[in-house]
T-cell receptor, first 114, second 114 residues
């Protein structure tokens, strides 16, 4: 069975500093990996996804994520955090052999302080 | 504007009183899903539908029903709600053409069952 772990409930960074939100996964075979962001009282918004090819994926709002097959990780990164990046971030995995099953992590709350 | 809409956004009800949460998408997506979001658990899939009249259980289907009579609509029905169904519910849709397609989420419905 596939699963996703986000080891940090909370990440705090200062504005202008780089940020990393961690995600590790467990799935048989090569996965599809996704990052979503949730702002207060809003639905989840798609940030980026890994399908195949280049391990560094660039997405919306200056975010990027690096797929590391050997470490089964897909960490979300941004070189310079903004206060407006403060939100709840979810990592998700979908196995290539099972189109119906998308698993989400528990979420990481990012707080960017001025 | 391409979107997934849900109604109502907020609902307080009492145990045993049947309710329906509506979901509609205007993107002509074949695939629709319902999730519930609970603190520390992330999103868990309740039911999904691969097309009109085709539905299947997700991870937490107990106490819920769905129907897919039209491509754009996918209502979630709680025939006899209980307090443990108090949660934040999200409807989502995607093209369904492959495992890499992006899922789009509605704004959420916050349900409280007293």
């Amino acid at each position: 069975a596939q699963s996703v772990a986000q080891p940090e409930d909370q990440v705090n960074v200062a504005e202008g500093n780089p940020l990393t939100v961690k995600c590790t996964y467990s799935v048989s075979g090569n996965p599809y990996l996704f990052w979503y962001v949730q702002y207060p009282n809003r639905g989840l918004q798609f940030l980026l996804k890994y399908i195949t090819g280049d391990n560094l994926v660039k997405g919306s709002y200056g975010f990027e994520a690096e797929f590391n097959k050997s470490q089964t990780s897909f960490h979300l990164k941004k070189p310079s955090a903004l206060v407006s990046d403060s939100a709840l971030y979810f990592c998700a995995v979908r196995a290539r052999y099972n189109n119906n099953d998308m698993r989400f992590g528990a979420g990481t709350r990012l707080t960017v302080k001025p | 504007e391409a979107q997934v809409t849900q109604n109502p956004r907020y609902l307080i009800t009492v145990t045993g009183k049947k309710l329906t949460v509506t979901c509609s998408q205007n993107m002509n997506h074949e695939y629709m899903s319902w999730y519930r979001q609970d603190p520390g658990l992330g999103l868990r899939q309740i039911y999904y539908s691969m097309n009109v009249e085709v539905t299947d259980k997700g991870d937490v289907p107990e106490g819920y029903k769905v129907s897919r009579k039209e491509k754009r609509n996918f209502p979630l029905i709680l025939e006899s709600p209980s307090p443990n169904q108090t949660s934040l519910y999200f409807c989502a849709s995607r093209t369904g053409t492959g495992g890499a397609d992006t899922q789009y989420f509605g704004p959420g419905t916050r349900l409280t069952v007293l």
